[in-house]
C-alpha cells in the first residue's frame, strides 16, 4: 500500500477511547467466511512446526540455558539494554561451547521470537519456550514472529540511505507476496525491478525527490498501475535506481534467509516451506478462527474464550454466562484468571470481559492478582467499574505507565488476531499527544512484547515517515540502545 497521508508524525487529537474496551475491539471483525487451505504442497502443521524447531534450536538451546543457570540473587542476565551482559555471556558460551558472537546471535533470535522476556536487567522464559515441545502453534506463532522482525535480524547497511531502508522494508512484502505466487525460484533481477517499481511508486505518491545522487528534482507524477507489474512487462528499472536498491534487496534477502524465510543460490531466491506458508497466512489474513458457540460450556476457559474471540459482544456474553453456568463460580474464576495469565494477550481481555459476567463473586480473587504486572491494568479497571465508576471514565484509575502498558498489551491482541488497519486504528487510543511521547513511554513501561508490537505497526501503517520512526523504535528496544 501506500500513502497520501501527511508526514507530520503526531497522532489526530481524539477523546481518548476507554482502555476497558480496547481489547473487544479485537472482537468487531468481520463475519466468518470459510477458512481457505494453503497452497498445494504446502507441508502439513506438524511438519511446518519441525522445520521451525529445527531452524530455532539454536535460540531455544540459549533461552533454555538461561533459565536453568540464571535466577534471583545470580548474575545479571542483561546489561540493563535487553542485551546479555558480559558475564552471562561469557557463562553461556562456556557453558555450552560456542562463540561470544554465537551466544548474542542465538539470545537475540530467542528474545524475538518470544522464548525469552527481558524485565530490566533480569530475563525469564517465555511462554512458548515452555509448550516449545509440546505445541506446534506456540512454535509456529513464535517463527512468525521472528519473521515479521526479520528487518532486525540482520543489521542494516550503515553508508545507505536510512530513508531508502525504510522504503525496501515497506515495498518488501510485495516482493515476498510476488515470491509465493511465483512458487519457485526467481531471479534476483527480477525482484530488483519489482522492488524498484515498487519504491518509484512510493515516492511518486508523496511526490519526493528521489534519493539517487544525481537526482535533482521532484519525481515526475505519472498515474499509479492498478497492480504490480512484473519484471517482463514493467521492463527494466533505472540504472542509477538499481545501483542505488540492489545492495539494498541484497541486506533484505540475507536477513530474511537468517530467520529461514527464503534461500538465494545462483542468482536465484526462493521461499522456503515456512516462508511460503508464512507470506500466504499473511495474505490471506487468517485470524483465529472461531468456534461453534454449541461446542463452548465443555470447553476449557482458554478454549472458550478463543471460540468466542470473533462474537460480537453481545453473543460473547452469552457464552460467559452458559460456561460459568455449567461448573463452580470460584473454579471458573481460576481458571479465567489462568487464562489471562497466558501469553496471548486477546485471551487476557477476554478472560476479564467473561469475568465482568461474573461480577461480584469474582471480586477477591481479581484484587488478588492487583501485584501481577501484566493482570494489575486489566484488573483495576475491573475494580473501578465493580466500584460504580463510568466504563467511560474507568481508565483514570490508571497511572500514565499502567495505561501505556495496557495499550501495548492490546496492541499484541490485534497484531497476533486483528488485520493491518486495525492496528494502525489502535493509534487513536493512545493517550500520548505525538508519535514520539508514545514511542519513548512504550519502550520505557517494558512490555515483553514492545519490540514484535513495533514491528507489526510499522509493517501495517501506511505513512513511511512515520513507520520508520516506529521502526527505528523498535531497533533501539531491541538492542538496548537510545
Known amino acids: 500500500m ?13 477523546r481518548p477511547r476507554p482502555l476497558a474496551a480496547a481489547p473487544t475491539a479485537v472482537n468487531q471483525r468481520r463475519p466468518r467466511r470459510p477458512a481457505p487451505r494453503p497452497p498445494e504442497g504446502t507441508p502439513a502443521p506438524a511438519e511446518l512446526a519441525r522445520m521451525a524447531r529445527s531452524g530455532l534450536a539454536a535460540a531455544a538451546r540459549v533461552a533454555r540455558w538461561a533459565d536453568n543457570a ?7 542476565a542483561t ?22 558472537t554465537q551466544v548474542h546471535a542465538d539470545w537475540d533470535t530467542a528474545r524475538l521470537a518470544g522464548l525469552v522476556e527481558v ?15 509440546r505445541d506446534d502453534s506456540a512454535v509456529l506463532r513464535g517463527w512468525v514472529a521472528l519473521f515479521d522482525a526479520w528487518s532486525l535480524a540482520l543489521p542494516e547497511p550503515r553508508d545507505l540511505e536510512s530513508a531508502a531502508v525504510a522504503e525496501v522494508v515497506s515495498a518488501m512484502p510485495q516482493v515476498l507476496s510476488f515470491l509465493q505466487l511465483s512458487a519457485g525460484p526467481v531471479p ?37 498501475p492498478a497492480a504490480p507489474r512484473p ?31 527464503l534461500t538465494c543460490s545462483d542468482g536465484h531466491a526462493t521461499l522456503t516451506p515456512l516462508g511460503n506458508w ?15 458457540p454449541a461446542g463452548h460450556i465443555e470447553q476449557s476457559a482458554e478454549d472458550m474464550l478463543r471460540g468466542c474471540a470473533q462474537l460480537r459482544p453481545n453473543a460473547a456474553r452469552a457464552e460467559y454466562r452458559a460456561w460459568l453456568a455449567a461448573r463452580p463460580v470460584g473454579s471458573a474464576v481460576s481458571e479465567l484468571l489462568a487464562a489471562a495469565r497466558g501469553e496471548d494477550a486477546l485471551l487476557r481481555g477476554l478472560a476479564f470481559e467473561a469475568l465482568r459476567v461474573v461480577g461480584a463473586p469474582a471480586e477477591h480473587d481479581v484484587r ?24 467511560e471514565d474507568a481508565h483514570e484509575v490508571l497511572t500514565r505507565e499502567e495505561a501505556t502498558w495496557l495499550w501495548v498489551d492490546t496492541a499484541a491482541a490485534v497484531a497476533d488476531h486483528g488485520e493491518a488497519p486495525m492496528l494502525v486504528r489502535h493509534l487513536e487510543s493512545a493517550l500520548q499527544p505525538t508519535v514520539p511521547a508514545l514511542l519513548a513511554e512504550v519502550r520505557a513501561v517494558g512490555h515483553p512484547r514492545t519490540v514484535q508490537v513495533l514491528v507489526a505497526l510499522a509493517a501495517a501503517h501506511p505513512d513511511p515517515a512515520l513507520a520508520k520512526a516506529v521502526r527505528r523504535a523498535a531497533f533501539q528496544v531491541h538492542t538496548g540502545g537510545s
Not at 2 to 14: A, F, K
Not at 278 to 292: D, F, G, M, N, P
Request: proline share 7%; aromatic share 4%.
Open 2 to 14: 501506500t500513502s497520501r497521508i501527511p508526514r507530520d508524525s503526531r497522532l489526530r487529537l481524539v
Open 70 to 76: 540464571l535466577g534471583p540473587g545470580r548474575d545479571a
Open 79 to 100: 546489561d540493563g539494554k535487553a542485551t546479555l551482559s558480559d558475564t552471562t555471556a561469557e557463562r553461556a558460551a562456556s557453558d555450552l561451547g560456542l562463540s561470544l
Open 119 to 133: 524485565h530490566g536487567d533480569s530475563a525469564r522464559p517465555g511462554w512458548r519456550l515452555r509448550a516449545w515441545d
Open 188 to 224: 534476483v533481477d527480477q525482484l530488483l525491478d519489482l522492488l524498484c517499481q515498487r519504491v518509484t511508486e512510493l515516492r511518486t505518491e508523496r511526490c519526493e525527490v528521489s534519493y539517487g545522487p544525481e537526482a535533482v528534482t521532484a519525481a515526475p507524477k505519472v498515474p499509479r
Open 231 to 261: 519484471a517482463a512487462v514493467a521492463g527494466r528499472a533505472e540504472p542509477a535506481q538499481d545501483a542505488e536498491l540492489a545492495p539494498l534487496l541484497d541486506w533484505a534477502l540475507r536477513a530474511l534467509a537468517s530467520v529461514g524465510a
Open 278 to 292: 508464512a507470506v500466504w497466512v499473511k495474505l490471506e489474513q487468517i485470524c483465529v478462527a472461531a468456534q461453534s
Open 368 to 391: 488478588a492478582v492487583e501485584d501481577e504486572p501484566a493482570l494489575r491494568p486489566y484488573a483495576l479497571l475491573w475494580l473501578a467499574e465493580h466500584d460504580g465508576v463510568d466504563p
